[in-house]
T-cell receptor, first 114, second 109 residues
């Protein structure tokens, strides 16, 4: 079974709709992240959470919100989707006790906003 | 600002050796990562360097020079399955990962 799972894997929606992307992990990691990836660009950090009570904005948080429901669950919401939010979205986790803080990624959600 | 540079695309021949370079300018340094990403899939961890020198892991090796802000990933005995994008990322002084745009490696028979 995958250690980091994302649902849905693909989603097509319309401008103005509210969308929620979900991430779950069985790795027991405290830290969780949401990234978006656009063709030809590097991964861009949207939000990150170092534990259940800690939520931090990344470099591109405008238009997004998150919820850390439990250590194992971290959800990303687009309150009112717009076409330029069409991208591949990845959730990642890392272990606070690991000195390298290596991040491990979920399979991604491909989101299309029409 | 923070910046990571890597070539956009490289082509190599099956069985050969290829070196993918990465230069960085970041606010502090707490390690450099290389990830492999096949098209449409998740990045997967390849290597981590925090001290200068070469780290070897099977067919893949990664080198770091902190004084030069430079790293490379060396892939030996290339296989068709090595066709992928290779992402360089630096952990800065705030323990934020700064990502390069990735190098698309094309392997030809």
């Amino acid at each position: 079974d995958a250690d980091v799972t994302q649902t849905p894997r693909n989603r097509i929606t319309k401008t103005g709709k509210r969308i929620m992307l979900e991430c779950s992990q069985t790795k027991g990691h405290d830290r969780m992240y949401w990234y978006r990836q656009d063709p030809g660009l590097g991964l861009q950090l949207i939000y990150y959470s170092f534990d259940v009570k800690d939520i931090n904005k990344g470099e591109i948080s405008d238009g997004y919100s998150v919820s850390r429901q439990a250590q194992a669950k971290f959800s990303l919401s687009l309150e009112s989707a717009i076409p330029n939010q069409t991208a591949l979205y990845f959730c990642a986790t890392s272990d606070f006790t690991d000195s390298t803080d290596t991040q491990y990624f979920g399979p991604g959600t491909r989101l299309t906003v029409l | 600002g923070q910046n990571i540079d890597q070539p956009t695309e490289m082509t190599a021949t099956e069985g050969a050796i290829v070196q993918i370079n990465c230069t960085y300018q970041t606010s502090g340094f707490n390690g450099l990562f290389w990830y492999q990403q096949h098209a449409g899939e998740a990045p997967t961890f390849l290597s981590y360097n925090v001290l200068d020198g070469l780290e070897e892991k099977g067919r893949f090796s990664s080198f770091l020079s902190r004084s030069k802000g430079y790293s490379y990933l060396l892939l030996k005995e290339l296989q068709m399955k090595d066709s992928a994008s290779y992402l360089c990322a630096v952990l800065d002084s705030n323990y934020q990962l700064i990502w390069g745009a990735g190098t698309k490696l094309i392997i030809k028979p």
